[in-house]
T-cell receptor
Framework: AQKITQTQPGMFVQEKEAVTLDCTYDTSDPSYGLFWYKQPSSGEMIFLIYQGSYDQQNATEGRYSLNFQKARKSANLVISASQLGDSAMYFCAMREKGSNDYKLSFGAGTTVTVRA | NAGVTQTPKFRILKIGQSMTLQCTQDMNHNYMYWYRQDPGMGLKLIYYSVGAGITDKGEVPNGYNVSRSTTEDFPLRLELAAPSQTSVYFC?????????????FGSGTRLTVV
């Protein structure tokens, strides 16, 4: 079964508008962590934002915010005031305890294209 | 501050050849990981290491081997390359198992097996 599900393969957004990227997850570990990474066309993986399972408040980092709905097992990324440089692939990832240690699992990603 | 360095950046292999993908980090991180990313897909864990001398299998270990003789280096060995191993390979590191910044990734190695 998929641990991380990103249902939007691709999205278009107008410059300066906000965009929400969906992510749902599945885990039985009570102490998990959720991450979002950006992968521009150059290929590197860039850490954006983190939400711990016990964090009471939604995480924010500049124009990025994470809409964490624990009961729904949802961790959507909101990018406000989109810029052309936000065009990239975005991955949701979850850290949970496996049989031996903690590891990150990744979703399939969402491609965001920002239009001028 | 080099971070995680992967070499080579690109490589074409013939079926049945072998090669080693190099990964070095200069941050004194205990935890290191190898992932592969197939076109249009997310990353899948191949092998990981929690410290020098300790390695373990991830989700897709078949066809690969690793070693961790030092904290800095975590090479990935491909024996008998197959077309199914055509992918982009990422090495990553982390100072601890549960870090709020996740992993630091290398820039990737794009491997084509023909």
């Amino acid at each position: 079964a998929q641990k991380i599900t990103q249902t939007q393969p691709g999205m278009f957004v107008q410059e300066k508008e906000a965009v929400t990227l969906d992510c749902t997850y599945d885990t039985s570990d009570p102490s998990y962590g959720l991450f979002w990474y950006k992968q521009p066309s150059s290929g590197e993986m860039i850490f954006l934002i983190y939400q711990g399972s016990y964090d009471q408040q939604n995480a924010t980092e500049g124009r990025y915010s994470l809409n964490f709905q624990k009961a729904r097992k949802s961790a959507n990324l909101v990018i406000s005031a989109s810029q052309l440089g936000d065009s990239a692939m975005y991955f949701c990832a979850m850290r949970e305890k496996g049989s031996n240690d903690y590891k990150l699992s990744f979703g399939a990603g969402t491609t965001v294209t920002v239009r001028a | 501050n080099a971070g995680v360095t992967q070499t080579p950046k690109f490589r074409i292999l013939k079926i049945g050849q072998s090669m080693t993908l190099q990964c070095t980090q200069d941050m004194n991180h205990n935890y290191m990981y190898w992932y592969r990313q197939d076109p249009g897909m997310g990353l899948k864990l191949i092998y990981y290491s929690v410290g020098a001398g300790i390695t373990d299998k991830g989700e897709v270990p078949n066809g690969y081997n690793v070693s961790r003789s030092t904290t800095e280096d975590f090479p990935l060995r491909l024996e008998l390359a197959a077309p199914s191993q055509t992918s982009v390979y990422f090495c990553a590191s982390s100072p601890r198992a549960r870090d709020s910044h996740g992993y630091t990734f290398g820039s990737g190695t794009r491997l084509t097996v023909v």
